[in-house]
């Protein structure tokens, strides 16, 4: 593949040592699989979590499934069981990787792994029995959110490690978004757990804190770990400059100054007051201009010499320009609908529901499957063990995503419009938005499907990499 | 295209550590040539672009929205504003003037004084006064919201029966307005026929009573305000 | 950029920022909010609700109910709440005070609840809602739930399991809960519609 320069570096310089390449990777492949294994037992988990639910909604009954159970646990082991884990994982090897970082403290890692995810189960199994509250990602019992701060700390401060002590004094965009990310969580983490749980704040001021909480788990962690791994593999994998890379610094800043004001826009028409609710409008708007900005980088990039057909070819940019493409429309949306003409017609409705789907998995989570593709070949040293796996991996999640996405935002719509009409009877608007139920059912089995076949693909590599030296192709 | 085509990343024999190279960029190069198009701004080749002005623009654009929508709708940043259409609403009224509201009257007695004297307004036998057709309901009002604020006890005599128990200051902890609204249920329903009460009369009361800890006796009471005469 | 404590403390203030200006700020107009009389003198609303009712708030909260119920009405502007019957007026920060855990919820699969209590049966305000009344409701429940297709009809709460164990004062506990929702009070910030 060729590259252009036209940075007048001088050519030829010498590449990376790759005796300490092959080290930095070494020394944390025990870390990234122990993350990355749990995170798709989690996705697996969490995804028989949602045909559950889906059947719910046709009629499943009990007290331990009710409903509440079900989709409190299939959304907090999604997030921290799946997603969590995957990034851990991610950042850990994209700033080593940057970096030029080797993991000592290995053990260190595998330890907040495994606290990571003892508590996890706990607080999931906490939440059947009963034990749950009413804020949506804080929902495990308040003794999980030290145990889950500590882990958090033990499993992803390593990257602000690698960025302070990396050897050069360059410094690319996905090592300041993969820095802010873990620097930003275990902070609004913890600031949540005392004001909404711990120490609970007055009355509605609770809902504003959990509302800032929210957009700093979504939208910094998780989407600014996204874009960390976009910035990282479109260059990389392309093997092209990134378009307007000087904006890279813009789009980092304004990404982490607004994104922090934009949750109290999903408190519109909430007891609180409309300063608050406005502010949050405010800041989804400004937000675009981060959004602009990436956009300029990723489609520009991938626009450029037949990027986009480069890009399909490929299975790692085939998610990775995937979810590029989600978190614009995701943007857009978001700004979109946080007015209060829209807002007012959606809010309590399947919308929001749709728009979070956007973003933690038509972005987050197809940047992840994309990063894994190209990760775990390299530490594994095999190869993916079917092709076909792999094309029913992309294509039941990508249609998965796409129907459930969208079936979510236009019943939401529907509905909305139909419950703005005060003389629709309340039933009437049930009964028009149960074919969302039996969608919901179809995408459901679709995402099991798809991370089936991913797991399967996924276990089968990690365990013929520990048979030594197997050779060659499997299928 | 076959499928070694299709899926590179699946196919290329990426083992040791020599795949970092063979790809694209290596990391080294990835960050030391995008750390240079960071210093350098514009790639020189492209001359003047106009994305940095559109950005610029942009940002311009959205501060000057932000400043105008949040002066618009922000309440002036008010804590107790939580309806955007809620002020024209308030500022409409004016001060508001009391009407005595027979419903809200009604309500309140249920809850404040039915408990004794019924909804019937016919008391119980024996144990508490009636206020149908009571006199001591009637007048200018003064003698009954005496009895509400401070309470009424020892032996009474209302309609040729005798009483004995303790009325308690139920109006204490009510508003003149409650009150108000009580008193002109009360003079108003059963047959009753005297005027309305309104909340200035109960505050005027409250204030003269505003040192007295102990409640009335019936005689107490006959002494201030006398019965009238029919 | 190159420096890890600039960017580090570059994005500490972006933190800071917001938690200090939405958060902090609000708690300071907010944190001293407390029950309010309708009229000088009157009664205290939001009122105090019964210690059955505080036990019913957790049963609500234990079986997930918020993920299908919200309790907040909207100002009339803004949705239809107010015209559907939700509520008399927009919910206000004062209506939440006595809640240790605010139950606003983001989702409406069913009704909001807010004024739930005022709605379901219109007792004047003050009187003790009698038991016979919460038991009934409990029952009625279930009826409800299993009419819109929700499926889960929650007879757990009122029927014994098959080890024997039978509580139905959790479903009493729920009843009594769900009548101690009311926002039917005048409120400085709103005021109930004529």
């Known amino acids: 593949m060729t590259q252009d320069n036209r940075s007048g570096r001088p050519q030829g310089r010498p590449s990376p040592g790759e005796s300490r390449l092959s080290r930095v990777e070494a020394q944390l492949r025990g870390p990234f699989l122990l993350f990355f294994v749990s995170a798709v037992i989690w996705l697996l988990v969490a995804s028989v979590l949602g045909l559950i639910s889906a059947l719910q909604l046709r009629g499943v009954s009990g007290e331990v499934f009710t409903f509440g159970h079900v989709s409190a646990a299939q959304h907090n082991l999604f997030i921290y069981g799946w997603a969590f884990n995957a990034f851990f994982a991610i950042n850990l090897w994209l700033t080593s990787q940057l970096g030029r970082f080797e993991l000592r403290n290995a053990w260190l890692v595998s330890l907040g792994a495994i606290i990571w995810n003892v508590a996890l189960t706990y607080g999931a199994l906490s939440i059947f029995a009963g034990d749950l509250n009413g804020f949506s990602l804080l929902e495990m019992p308040r003794t999980v959110g030290p145990v889950l701060a500590v882990a958090f700390l033990l499993s992803a401060f390593w990257p602000i490690v690698a960025y302070a002590q990396r050897p050069t004094g360059h410094s690319f965009a996905s090592q300041w978004f993969v820095v802010g990310a873990s620097f930003v969580f275990p902070l609004a983490y913890l600031l949540a757990q005392l004001l909404v749980l711990w120490n609970p704040a007055s009355g509605v001021v609770q809902a504003i804190a959990h509302s800032w909480f929210i957009q700093n788990l979504l939208l910094l962690w998780l989407g600014g770990s996204a874009l960390a791994a976009v910035y990282y593999f479109l260059p990389k994998v392309l093997g092209r400059n990134i378009t307007g890379y000087y904006l890279a610094s813009v789009a980092f800043w304004t990404f982490f100054l607004f994104a922090g004001w934009t949750g109290t826009a999903s408190l519109l028409g909430s007891p609180i007051p409309v300063w608050v609710q406005s502010v949050g409008v405010v800041g989804s708007a400004m937000f675009l201009v981060s959004v602009i900005i990436t956009a300029i980088n990723f489609h520009g990039t991938l626009s450029t010499q037949s990027g986009w057909s480069l890009a399909w070819n490929s299975t790692t940019l085939r998610f990775i320009s995937l979810g590029a493409v989600a978190f614009t429309l995701y943007g857009v949306l978001n700004a979109l609908f946080s007015f209060r003409g829209f807002n007012a017609v959606v809010r309590f409705t399947s919308f929001s529901a749709g728009q979070e789907q956007l973003l933690t998995y038509a972005f987050a989570s197809m940047v992840i499957f994309g990063s894994a593709y190209f990760i775990l070949p390299r530490l594994t040293g095999s190869l993916w063990p079917s092709t076909k796996l792999v094309h029913l991996h992309f294509w039941a999640t990508a249609i998965g995503a796409l129907g459930s996405i969208s079936a979510s935002l236009a019943v939401g719509w529907q509905s909305g419009k139909q419950l703005a009409d005060p003389a629709v009877p309340y039933a009437q608007v049930l009964t028009a938005s149960a074919g969302l139920a039996s969608a919901s059912l179809i995408f459901a089995i679709l995402f099991l499907v798809g991370h089936v076949a991913f797991a399967l693909n996924a276990f089968g590599m990690i365990l013929k990499s520990s048979a030594p030296a197997v050779e060659g192709r499997h299928d | 295209m076959n499928d070694s085509n299709r899926y590179p990343d699946n196919n290329r024999n990426r083992r040791g550590p020599s795949g970092a190279g063979s790809d694209g960029l290596s990391d080294g190069r990835l960050v030391e040539v995008h750390s240079q198009l960071a210093r350098d701004k514009e790639e020189p080749v492209q001359g003047f672009s106009l994305t940095p002005i559109f950005i610029v623009f942009l940002f311009c654009g959205f501060g000057f929205w932000a400043g105008l929508y949040l002066t618009r709708n922000s309440g002036q940043f008010s804590a107790g504003v939580f309806d955007l259409d809620a002020p024209k609403l308030a500022t409409s009224g004016g001060p508001a003037v009391f009407e005595p509201d027979a419903a809200k009257g009604e309500k309140l007695f249920i809850i404040n004084c039915a408990v004794c004297h019924q909804a019937t307004g016919l008391g119980l036998a024996g144990a508490f006064p009636p206020l149908a057709g009571s006199p001591w309901v009637g007048g200018n009002g003064e003698r009954m919201i005496k009895a509400i604020l401070a309470g009424l006890g020892g032996e009474i005599e209302v309609k040729g029966a005798k009483y004995n128990g303790v009325m308690p200051n139920v109006g204490a902890g009510l508003s003149n307005a409650q009150i108000a609204n009580i008193a002109s249920y009360v003079r108003q329903a059963w047959g009753n026929t005297a005027e309305p009460i309104m909340d200035t009369k109960v505050a005027e009361v409250r204030k003269a009573l505003a040192d007295r800890k102990s409640p009335y006796t019936a005689a107490e009471l006959l002494k201030e305000n006398p019965l009238e005469a029919k | ?194």
């Open chain 3, 1 to 194: 950029m190159q420096n890890p404590k600039l960017l580090i403390a570059g994005v500490f203030l972006t933190v800071a920022l917001p938690f200090g200006a939405l958060l902090l700020s609000s708690q300071v107009q907010l944190g001293d909010l407390a029950p309010a009389p309708e009229e000088e003198g009157g009664a205290l609303y939001p009122a105090t609700v019964p210690g059955l009712a505080v036990q019913g708030r957790d049963v609500y909260t234990s079986l997930g109910c918020i993920a299908c119920h919200t309790q907040q009405v909207r100002p009339s502007g803004q949705g239809s709440d107010i015209a559907r019957g939700y509520g008399d007026r927009p919910s206000v920060a004062r209506d939440y005070v006595l809640q240790s855990h605010v139950l606003l919820g983001d989702r409406r699969i069913g009704p909001d609840l807010a004024n739930y209590g005022a709605r379901v049966a219109p007792t004047p305000k003050g009187t003790q809602t009698e038991p016979e009344k919460a038991a009934a409701l409990a029952k009625s429940l279930a009826a409800v739930h299993v009419a819109i297709h929700h499926g889960n009809t929650f007879a757990f709460l009122y029927e014994a399991d098959a080890k024997g164990d039978f509580a139905p004062e959790r479903a009493d506990a729920l009843a009594a809960y769900l009548l101690s929702l009311r926002q039917d009070y005048n409120s400085p910030e709103a005021k109930l519609k004529k």
